[in-house]
């Protein structure tokens, strides 16, 4: 659900980063800024500062763990049942 008002702070970092592999029209949209980009790159950029994050763009906020988990298609390993271990 998108934020009816602009998100700040790790609030906004928080949800761009949820978002960024949709693209940056999408985690504007999803944080509030509708279709100011500008304005949503800029708060962002400050808030990452802010943090002390190092990102130049969107999908820099794209860990190595996110990409894992989309990777992580592998096999559960499990017991038949509750008795079988």
Avoid: W
Avoid at 18 to 31: D, L, P, R, S
Avoid at 56 to 64: A, H, N, P, Q, V
């Amino acid at each position: 659900m998108a934020s009816p008002t602009p998100l700040h702070g790790t609030e906004l970092v928080d949800c761009a980063r949820a978002n960024a592999k949709q693209g940056i029209e999408t985690a504007a949209y999803q944080c509030g800024y509708g279709q100011d980009l500008n304005k949503f790159a800029r708060e962002l950029r400050q808030a990452c500062e802010e943090m002390n994050l190092q990102v130049k763009e969107l999908s820099g906020l794209i860990t190595d763990q996110d990409m894992i988990l989309q990777l992580g298609t592998g096999e559960i390993v499990a017991p038949d049942t509750e008795s079988e271990l």
